[in-house]
């Protein structure tokens, strides 16, 4: 039986305009006791000044776990979204996520294929993520970290295509991030159908619902959208999500991913209403 574990992802301070110690904080005091922060290279202005929650690799890591433990939050996984499909910016940055991951104590760094340039054909696609993949196996190898792969981009946004990029490395350590907002909005396949066919390589979670507006706006002509509404305020029907994953004999983090902190917490109202004891705390 599936057990679940919640997380925050960072993007629920965008709406707010603020750093990532106030995110952290503030995760801290709406009940969370996990984080999914967002990493970037080099220096970031907005950043600096603590008007985005993104935190750069230049950094000490252990900064970042200094942060989060003084708030007594942890850091579950990172956001360290990188095109696998560009290996000169995705090896370096992937590869210094895990790292950093590692660091911090977290076991998960999220990834996606992202959008396949129009002067790039198929098989060039495929060969590059491969590269990728591969270079960043064998640092998660080392590291024991999971690679999870994203639906959010030309080919992951169908159980299909999933599977194949998760498989052009073959390793336990590279797996899924399933994002329920981002595969209901791509409309290339049934939700529920396909969190079903992946389920097994599914060990993290983006868990976004989608309003009612938002899916009337952009459904079926996007890949994929940064944050959804409050949970349990949308168009995903959770109770289906979770019969889906009930079977699986291990913990799984939901890491929510909403844009304004009330959606944050009505959220979390909602996982510990829904899942009961099978959320642990």
Not at 164 to 178: G, K, Q, T
Request: proline content about 4%; hydrophobic content about 40%; aromatic content about 10%.
């Amino acid at each position: 039986m599936a057990k679940y574990r919640a997380t925050l992802n960072m993007e629920y301070i965008k709406d707010a305009a603020k750093g990532f110690q106030w995110g952290v904080e503030k995760a801290a005091e709406l009940g969370y006791r996990y984080v999914e922060p967002m990493v970037h290279t080099g220096w970031d202005l907005l950043s600096e000044v603590d008007f985005f929650h993104s935190f750069s690799m230049e950094e000490d890591p252990l900064l970042m776990k200094e942060i989060c433990d003084r708030a007594g939050v942890r850091v579950s996984g990172i956001s360290g979204h990188s095109p696998l499909m560009k290996p000169e910016a995705a090896v370096p940055r992937l590869t210094r996520a895990i790292v950093f991951a590692d660091a911090c104590g977290a076991k998960f760094v999220n990834t996606d294929d992202m959008i396949k340039p129009d002067w790039m054909d198929d098989e060039t696609a495929w060969q590059m993520m491969r590269y990728t993949l591969t270079k960043a196996r064998f640092v998660a190898e080392r590291h024991g970290v999971n690679v999870c792969i994203e639906p959010h981009g030309t080919f992951s946004c169908t159980s299909e295509g999933l599977l194949r990029i998760a498989d052009l490395a073959p390793s336990p350590w590279i797996n899924v991030n399933f994002d329920t907002g981002n595969f209901y909005l791509a409309a290339l396949e049934d939700l529920y159908e396909g969190l079903d066919r992946v389920k097994d390589r599914v060990v993290h979670m983006h868990a976004k619902d989608i309003s009612e507006r938002h899916s009337a706006d952009e459904r079926g002509l996007v890949t994929g959208t940064p944050v959804g509404c409050a949970l349990g305020e949308g168009m995903v029907d959770w109770e289906r999500v979770f019969e889906v994953l009930e079977p699986l004999d291990r913990e799984i983090f939901l890491s929510v991913e909403c844009g304004r902190v009330d959606e944050a917490e009505r959220s979390l109202e909602f996982l510990r209403k829904t899942l009961g004891d099978k959320l642990i705390e």
